[in-house]
């Protein structure tokens, strides 16, 4: 409370929470430093994009923070417990897990960006299209968007990497063709509402052609929503990504991708807990991270929605 | 909100007594991989556990000792006559036996049950027709003489032992022809339905298979010989080794079939749990493939062989589950060859690959099935490989996906293993060491045509092997022959697989034998 | 699956009811096609895995014909349409069953699992969620919000193995994998499929109780994976209510505080609220594929994990569409439900 007070009376803080923006910027800047405040309040949220962030170091810096190679074996010294040498013990091939998970965080970032590359572009081109357009277009994008949605996502994406054979990148391929129907709907949410608006028309009354006014106008505004939604879903591709590792369908031995290590770690569990536990755990924390920031944008965006 | 708990909590309390059961006397539980089961049909059997199913279902004519493999009793056959010429067999057929279904087994059955082999021409047919039957000729070479009497004509005049072993196996198994012939569609001899369903003498009978998932044989009634001692045999599908040793060691089943080396390891500890080993005839290698240019020059095939840590991967991934073994006749087969020539000497193998030229290294790919321990082996063959200087790239996937891959010639390595078909050592040096035709369409496809190694000399010397009556000089021959081919050949035999078994300390006489289709349930008791 | 939700909207009239039922048939003809598409794509030959690879080119070509490949594609989708519509998904490599009959047999199973899954987590989830709408911002309400946001992190898998690992392993106080111990299974002939009505029905009460013992563990992890959602749902629609007027006009009248929230609010969320129950059980079946693999439960996601890992792509299909159409149906019925039970929309 008492920043917000010194804030009232600096420039800064002024200008952003001025009654009367003189500008659609300063009012945009406004509405997110008020949202940025509300966001900070919510601890957990914090934490999870902490979390996040400290991923995202991990993997930029895995070559210097993993102690030993992800990949090379050596037999001699397989099952180690954890120590010293070892913080999270070696699996069954003398390979160091601590720095397999280091790598492994590198993997499930390209997984989640890949995924993320690939299924908003299309959702955001069918959407906009869709809503731009309406009529016949919207209705035959819709449909088809809606038979992508009747199927239970992890099923589909199984019967696609059967199909294409399993690996890293046949997942990926996958599970983005499972998740771009919801980014469709919310693009053509937002375009219906810009559509009509004042300034849609006044650029085509400039001449502007369709596929200028979609990409040049709409489609950056539906950025914001869209970015939202695609971050509420990273805990559920991350989770995806690792089932169909667990199953064998996913990344492919000896890369460290942790549903695959979870996978034959599963053959240890006994004796040798850390070789599932682990993984498992690496899982768990990053997709309740992205849990975590996701409930925490989502309530500062809307505090009445949960969904 | 009260009453809710309550209720939980009282219901957890009536679970909790439920006191742990154990398996019931008369019944034996196994946990066994048996996904691999696509057919319970004898014609058709050739993988493992469906082997082992059918090997307590059916009885086939001959059967040999499985501690002296050399020792052949009689099954089906009572006794048999081989004319002077080594090509006429004549089989003497036991009276008194009835199937299941409780009708009489005869020379019909017997004539019957080969010539549908031979006839259905599954993957399996081989094992008969190498020996010169076709669908054409069955009539005149498989024979009914009297209801008691069969004849039987070969094409040569091979090792009589040869022939006799051969139907030893699956396929010399006896089916119930009036039951099969009851349930024929369309001319299929049965095939469609028997696939699925049973038709035998044995001493077990197959209740139920649900494929991937679980065998129940109850004890045959009918059975002519020694009364199986436990009423039910119930096999279940668990995958994994971690899921059979927890179901072990707390009582829940009485054997565990697939367990790791790390896991027999810790059992030895448990008192409640005994361990049984025998020696079976599969073999693990790499093929080489021939038409990779690197793999072509023989200096780097004996260098490869110097760049696996035998003993490494023997006491680690393998412990107790495979031993040290490097000539393609495993271990209790006629002429077996025992010496160990090769060790993991990365100088020695830098100095062939010097001298072939390529000591800068260069890339190899290795098609892996993703199933242990083959693929801990490839990991262990990849570190060791880069120690010279060659990179192996790893290609997993599935068992057929790398096989499909193997059979059309498109690898340049692959890993694997080999399960003798019959306990003749012809099997084997038929895979491994002949090649007739090296032709992208050859008929015949042994594993060095897999590997596209073409070797004429070598395949006549196998020819003579077959055609020896002589046991001993056959036997010398064999350990020429796998002395010849461990020095120049594609393939990098690395070990011989040990069967283990994991019981509960009551189980007694489970029988294993030398190979998968001589395990026998009937002595086993608890 | 929430979007789908968003979109249904009350049905009013005839005209309404059939176009949601072309929706639903074009939806099913997607469906189809998508997985027509994905067997045209794999790499297996479908020829080959019939006729074995030792045939000769006459009999491979007649069995390309008997099998209608050699049609052009679109002929050979309506040949599918019709043969999938008949209930005819072609035959099963790896049990050498029809697809159809396998389904039929191991389905009761996931649906045994699952069911028993739902009930638990309406029976936690639901009750938990009112709490935290009315208590909204208290200690206990960020619990179980965390509890909740724990249930979307876990991967199931892992949390099975690791639940296996404490209660039936180190604990001893729940069996392991399976549906029952093992040497009751084939003694109670199948009626439904279901194995807790099936042994009432044969009068074996030891399989039952112990088909029930078994049943705990894994329907109670799927079950916390629901109540999870049905939390945050119940949670959210409860706040939504409780902000209404008239609850407040209740209030200043005197209502008991009790009555508003399970009376008043609660019955006024439970047209959503089954919609949600119905759509999470669909989520369920998703699960169980995991679920299933860890416990060894032989239902259909254990029956679709071995036949991907064995290549079984006519099996793979077949569960593929078999749970598609049962997502449709069960949107269909949370569109009826709509239209019967809820009052403002007639």
Redesign the interface.
């Known amino acids: 409370m008492m920043t917000h007070k010194a804030l009232k009376t600096g420039g800064m803080g002024e200008w952003l929470l001025a009654d009367t923006p003189d500008s659609a910027f300063q009012a945009w800047a406004g509405r997110a430093y008020l949202g940025l405040m509300a966001f900070m309040k919510n601890r ?1 949220a914090v934490l999870g994009l902490l979390i996040i962030a400290i991923l995202i170091i991990i993997a930029v810096l895995a070559p210097v923070i993993a102690p030993y190679d992800p990949v090379e074996t050596n037999i001699g010294n397989r099952l180690q417990p954890l120590s010293f040498t070892h913080y999270f013990g070696t699996d069954e091939m003398g390979r160091d897990i601590f720095s397999r998970i280091v790598w492994g965080s590198r993997l499930t970032l390209y997984v989640i960006g890949l995924v993320a590359i690939i299924a908003a572009p299309v959702g955001i081109l069918v959407g906009t299209v869709a809503g731009y357009f309406g009529g016949i277009i919207d209705t035959m994008l819709m ?2 968007t ?11 994406a ?8 399993p690996g890293i990148e046949n997942a990926i391929i996958a599970i983005s063709i499972t998740s771009w ?2 980014y469709a ?1 919310i693009a053509r949410a937002e375009t219906i509402t810009i559509r009509n608006s004042d300034f849609i028309k006044a650029v085509k009354l400039q001449g502007a052609s369709a596929l200028r006014i979609i990409a040049g106008h709409i489609m950056p505004l539906c950025l914001p929503s869209l970015i939202i939604r695609v971050t509420l879903d990273m ?1 559920g591709i991350i ?1 995806t990504a ?2 169909l590792g ?4 996913g990344a492919q031995p000896p890369s460290p991708e942790w ?1 695959a290590m ?1 996978s034959s770690g ?1 053959t240890y ?2 004796d040798h ?1 850390w070789l ?2 682990m993984p ?1 755990t690496a ?2 924390i990053v ?2 991270a ?3 920031l996701g ?1 925490g944008l989502r309530e500062v965006l809307d505090p ?4 | ?1 009260k009453k ?1 708990f309550l209720f ?1 909590f009282a219901l957890s309390l009536f ?2 007594q ?1 006191t ?2 154990s ?2 006397k008369d ?1 034996l ?1 196994m946990a066994f991989n048996i ?1 691999e089961i ?2 319970l049909d004898p014609a058709e059997i050739f993988e493992f556990a469906s082997a082992e199913c059918a090997a307590n279902a059916y009885d086939r004519l001959i059967n040999y000792n499985v501690d002296n493999v050399s020792e052949i009793y009689p099954g089906i056959a009572e006794s048999w006559d081989i004319s002077d010429d080594g090509l006429t067999y004549t089989f003497k057929i036991r009276k008194g036996v009835t199937f299941a279904s409780g009708n009489k087994l005869s020379a019909d059955d017997v004539v019957f049950s080969l010539r549908r082999v031979v006839l259905l ?3 399996s047919a081989f094992i008969l027709t190498q020996f010169g039957f076709t669908p054409e000729n069955v009539k005149k070479t498989i024979t009914k003489v009297d209801d008691y009497t069969v004849k039987i004509i070969v094409d040569q005049a091979y090792a009589p032992t040869f022939f006799l072993y051969c139907l030893t196996s699956t396929a010399g198994s006896v089916v119930d022809k009036k039951e099969v012939m009851a349930h024929e569609k369309d001319g299929d001899l049965g095939y469609g339905w028997l ?2 369903g049973y038709a035998g003498s044995g001493p077990y009978t197959l ?2 298979w ?5 065998i ?1 044989l109850d004890a045959n009634k009918n059975y002519w010989g020694d009364a199986p001692k436990l009423k ?1 045999i ?1 096999i ?4 994994g080794s971690a ?1 059979q040793r ?2 072990l ?2 009582g ?2 009485d054997m565990a079939r697939n367990l790791t080396a790390d896991d027999l390891k810790s059992l030895e500890k448990n008192e409640d749990i005994k361990i049984q080993k025998r020696a079976k005839g599969r073999v693990y290698y790499l093929g080489l493939n021939q038409k990779n240019k690197y793999l072509k020059i023989p200096e780097v095939r004996q260098a490869l062989k110097y760049l696996i840590d035998y003993k490494g991967m023997e006491q680690t991934i393998l412990s107790g589950k495979s031993t040290l073994h490097q000539a393609f006749l495993p271990k209790g087969f006629l002429g077996a060859l025992e010496e160990i020539p090769f060790s993991l000497d990365i100088e020695k193998a830098k100095a062939l690959l010097k001298k072939a030229g390529l000591e800068n290294g260069f890339t190899l790919t290795m098609d892996t099935r993703s199933a242990e321990p083959v693929t801990s082996m490839a990991l262990s063959i990849q570190s060791t490989f880069a120690k010279a200087g060659i990179k192996l790239e790893i290609i997993t996937g ?1 068992g ?2 790398t096989l499909t891959k193997y ?1 059309a010639r498109r690898h340049d390595i692959y890993i694997g293993d080999w399960g003798p078909d019959y306990m003749d050592p012809h099997t084997n040096a038929d895979t491994f060491a002949r090649n007739p035709d090296n032709s992208d369409d050859a008929k015949f496809k042994s594993l060095a045509w897999r590997n596209a190694w073409d070797i004429p000399e070598m395949t006549k010397k196998a020819d003579a092997a077959v055609l020896e009556r002589n046991t001993a000089k056959r036997a010398r021959m064999y350990l020429d022959l796998q002395r010849e081919h461990q020095r120049i050949s594609p393939f990098v035999i690395m070990f011989q697989d040990i069967e283990v078994v994991a019981e509960r300390a009551n189980v007694k006489n489970f029988i294993l034998g030398p190979s998968f289709d001589s395990n026998f349930y009937q002595y086993t008791t608890k | ?6 979109r249904t909207r009350p049905i009013r009239t005839l005209k309404q009811t059939v176009r949601i039922l072309v ?1 639903v048939a ?2 099913f003809l ?2 189809l096609l ?2 027509f598409l ?2 045209r ?4 030959d479908p020829v080959l895995a019939v006729v ?3 045939a000769s080119p006459q009999v491979y070509e007649k069995a390309r014909i008997a099998m209608g490949l050699h049609l052009p594609l679109w002929k050979q989708f309506l040949i599918y349409i019709g043969n999938v519509v008949t209930g005819d998904f072609g035959t ?6 029809p697809v159809i009959d396998d389904i039929l ?1 191991v389905f009761p199973a996931t649906f045994e699992l699952a069911g028993t899954a739902t009930v638990i987590g309406i ?1 936690v989830g639901i ?1 938990l969620g009112i709490f935290s709408a009315v208590k909204q911002g208290s200690f206990l309400d960020h619990v179980t ?2 509890i909740g ?2 249930g ?7 949390l099975g ?2 639940a ?2 404490l209660f ?2 180190r604990l ?7 549906r029952v ?3 009751y ?2 003694i109670v002939t199948p009626v439904t499929g279901i194995l807790t009505i099936d042994s009432i029905v044969a009068g074996e009460w030891e399989i039952f ?2 088909a ?2 078994h049943l ?1 563990l894994p329907a109670s992890l799927l079950g916390y994976y629901s109540s999870a959602y049905l939390l ?2 119940t ?2 629609f409860m ?2 209510q409780l902000r209404q007027e008239y609850i407040l006009t209740a209030r200043v009248k005197g209502v008991k505080e009790w009555k508003v929230i399970w009376g008043h609010a609660l019955g006024n969320c439970a047209i959503p609220l089954i919609t949600v129950i119905a759509l999470s059980f ?2 369920l ?2 699960g169980s ?2 679920t299933e ?1 860890v416990f ?1 439960w ?1 239902g259909l996601g ?5 036949s ?4 079984d ?1 006519n099996a ?2 077949g ?2 569409i078999v ?2 159409a049962i ?2 149906g069960i ?1 269909l019925f949370s569109d009826f439900l709509y239209k019967v039970m809820d009052p403002r929309a007639r």
């Open positions: 957990l449909r088809i809606d038979i992508f949605l009747a199927f239970p996502k992890l099923i589909l199984l019967a696609f990497v059967s199909a294409l054979g129907p919801p709907r805990a989770l690792a089932g667990f199953l064998g369908l549903g979870t599963r569990i006994i807990w599932i536990t498992g899982i768990f997709s309740l992205f849990n975590l409930d009445r929605s949960d969904n | 909100m809710l939980v679970v909790i439920t742990h059961a398996t019931p019944t539980v996904d696509i057919s021409d599954k993957s696939k699925t209740r139920t649900k494929a991937s998932e679980i129940i039910r119930i279940r599908h668990i995958v899921g927890m179901l060691e707390k829940d089943i599935d057929k996906q059979r | 699956m929430s979007e789908l939700l968003i929706m074009t939806t997607g469906l998508i997985t994905i067997g794509i794999v790499p297996i074995g690879d030792k099963s490599v790896l049990t050498a069953n047999r029976l009750p919000r965390v946001l724990f979307h992190s876990l991967p199931i898998f892992w193995l690791m296996l690992m039936y392993v001893d106080l729940l069996p392991g994998p399976g111990d093992f040497f299974e084939g109780r112990n029930v013992y705990i945050r749902m949670r959210s706040i939504e669909g989520t079946l998703e594929v995991l693999t060894a032989p254990l029956y679709l994990t071995n991907l890992l064995n290549a792509m793979v299909l569960s593929t749970v598609g997502f449709l949107n």
